[in-house]
């Protein structure tokens, strides 16, 4: 069930299902709450997150952050979590549920309406009693108009109109997820597509946010960029499990399982590569960077500029480590606690 102001958002038509889902979609784009929420997000500055270990400011002073990237979900406690965040989505939408009750928060950085139904449940599945109407906060954030769609005047014809982008299509299956569960979902923010789109003078369209973080002490979101030193640990091999995990047999669908909520530590549940994926790394680790961008990104005029970077160091974990059972010997996860400086460390057993 979705609500806005506390009051539900249905459906006028009684017609087909995909269309009541396009309407209520419609109806949150025009809602005055959720464009003036759109508009102070949008006008809030962006933080920029970095740990820096040799600053000399203590641990004390570093927010303890959970970071997830695409295909990652997890659900954090505010006991040991201050901030959680996610960034680098382009077409993905990151999506926050807040538990109005106990506080805990679940984020999740999707990427493709097939996960949705699935992750909705991971993300929620803290929950023992599934007959309680939970009262749940939620911020969906990301995706833009990726689709070659002009949208002058906002029509329903025109939301549908042409589905060959990855946002629109995401975003339905998300309305259509929170919409047909029992728990009662109250939109906070809604900036995706339209509200979250810039064009240049060719026209091409942009995202305008790609990054945000969630305070876990009251809830509120924020615009946000990350680096290497705040992605939280193993930062490569979770990249590799973005693109590889499909690949891998015992992979049983939905969001990738990165981070333990009762003990606060990254446990990064093992994925298993192919030689298929040496061979594509090999392949794609000669291409230009330009060729890699068409290559490899679902929006390549809107990727930032450490997209190729990022890329080319995974090819070469993978070229150096070819077989998975290197990295996750007996198929076991690499297991990272706090180290107290704001940074991690590897549990040996
Ligand atoms: C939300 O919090 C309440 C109170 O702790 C708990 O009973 C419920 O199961 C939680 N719901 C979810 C989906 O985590
Ligand atoms: C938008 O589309 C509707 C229905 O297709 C039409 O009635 C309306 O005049 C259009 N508005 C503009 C500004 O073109
Ligand atoms: C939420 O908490 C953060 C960190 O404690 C604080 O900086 C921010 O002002 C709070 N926001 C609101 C809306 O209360
Ligand atoms: C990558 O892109 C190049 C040029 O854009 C194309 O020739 C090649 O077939 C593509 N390779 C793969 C593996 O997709």
Redesign the pocket.
């Known amino acids: 069930m979705i609500l806005v102001d506390g009051v539900p958002i249905l459906a006028e038509s009684d017609s087909s299902s995909p269309s009541q889902v396009v309407e209520i979609l419609a109806a949150l784009m025009d809602h005055p709450s959720l464009l003036s929420a759109s508009h102070l997000f949008k006008s809030t500055p962006e933080r920029g997150f970095s740990i820096s270990e040799e600053s000399g400011l203590g641990s004390s002073t570093q927010p303890k952050c959970v970071y997830v990237f695409q295909s990652e979900y997890a659900t954090v406690d505010p006991a040991f979590v201050d901030v959680a965040g996610t960034d680098e989505a382009t077409t993905c939408v990151g999506l926050v549920i807040r538990n109005r009750s106990n506080g805990k928060i679940s984020i999740a950085h999707l990427d493709s309406p097939a996960v949705v139904e699935m992750g909705l449940a991971q993300m929620l599945s803290q929950t023992s009693d599934p007959n309680l109407q939970d009262e749940m906060d939620v911020h969906l954030i990301g995706g833009f108009e990726d689709a070659s769609l002009k949208r002058?005047?906002?029509?329903d014809?025109?939301i549908h109109g042409k589905m060959d982008g990855y946002s629109l299509p995401l975003c339905i299956k998300l309305i259509e997820t929170l919409w047909r569960r029992r728990e009662k979902f109250h939109i906070q923010t809604f900036f995706v597509l339209g509200h979250n789109t810039r064009r240049d003078a060719d026209g091409h369209a942009y995202p305008i946010i790609t990054g945000f973080l969630v305070e876990t002490s009251n809830g509120s979101v924020l615009p946000a960029c990350f680096d290497r030193t705040s992605r939280c640990p193993d930062e490569v091999v979770r990249r590799i499990r973005i693109t590889a995990h499909s690949d891998d047999p015992t992979w049983t669908g939905g969001l990738l399982e990165t981070y333990h909520t009762q003990d606060d530590k990254f446990i990064i549940a093992p994925c298993y590569w192919s030689r298929r994926q040496l061979h594509i790394a090999s392949t794609l680790q000669h291409l230009s960077d330009s060729q890699l961008l068409l290559n490899c990104s679902t929006s390549p005029h809107a990727e930032g500029p450490d997209f190729v970077d990022n890329l080319r160091r995974q090819f070469d974990y993978i070229i150096k480590h070819p077989h998975w059972s290197e990295t996750f010997p007996k198929r076991q996860p690499r297991v990272f606690e706090r180290n107290g400086q704001g940074g991690w460390r590897r549990c040996r057993d």
């Open positions: 002058t005047n906002r029509s014809a025109e």
